[in-house]
């Protein structure tokens, strides 16, 4: 699987932004798709993930409430519609595919994905 993240850019605190990423590959509506997010000097963290069928649906504690995943399989896509942006938010945002989704328990560790995009920064300005 390729994965192909866009939509990144500088926006005013309070603002919105919504990033896609898009996928190579047959097999990409059996894959859980999550984003992540590394701000420089940090490490990479969990935003969200949704399961292939869009029935499992999870968030970080600092994005609920103000991003919203979801995923269009017949376009090998997935998005992650970002509102009420803070200046925290600022990071590259990477897409990622899992084989092992939900086992239980949330996908939110890297290690659970196999697969990366290439990521898109986002710039939010107070």
């Known amino acids: 699987v390729q994965l192909q993240a866009c939509g990144g850019g500088l926006v005013q605190a309070g603002g919105s932004l919504r990033l896609s990423c898009a996928a190579s590959?047959?097999?990409?509506?059996?894959?859980?798709m999550g984003w992540f997010r590394q701000a420089p000097g940090k490490e990479r963290e969990f935003v969200a993930a949704?399961?292939?069928?869009?029935?499992?649906?999870d968030y970080s504690d600092s994005v609920k409430g103000r991003f919203a995943i979801s995923r269009d399989n017949g376009k090998n896509s997935v998005y992650l519609q970002m509102n009420s942006l803070k200046p925290e938010d600022t990071a590259v945002y990477y897409c990622?595919?899992?084989?092992?989704?939900?086992?239980?328990?949330?996908?939110?560790?890297?290690?659970?994905?196999?697969?990366w995009g290439q990521g898109t920064l986002v710039t939010v300005s107070s």
């Open positions: 949704i399961s292939w069928g869009g029935s499992e649906i």
């Open positions: 990622a595919s899992s084989e092992i989704g939900w086992r239980g328990y949330s996908p939110i560790s890297p290690d659970e994905y196999d697969y």
């Open positions: 590959g047959r097999t990409f509506s059996s894959y859980t």
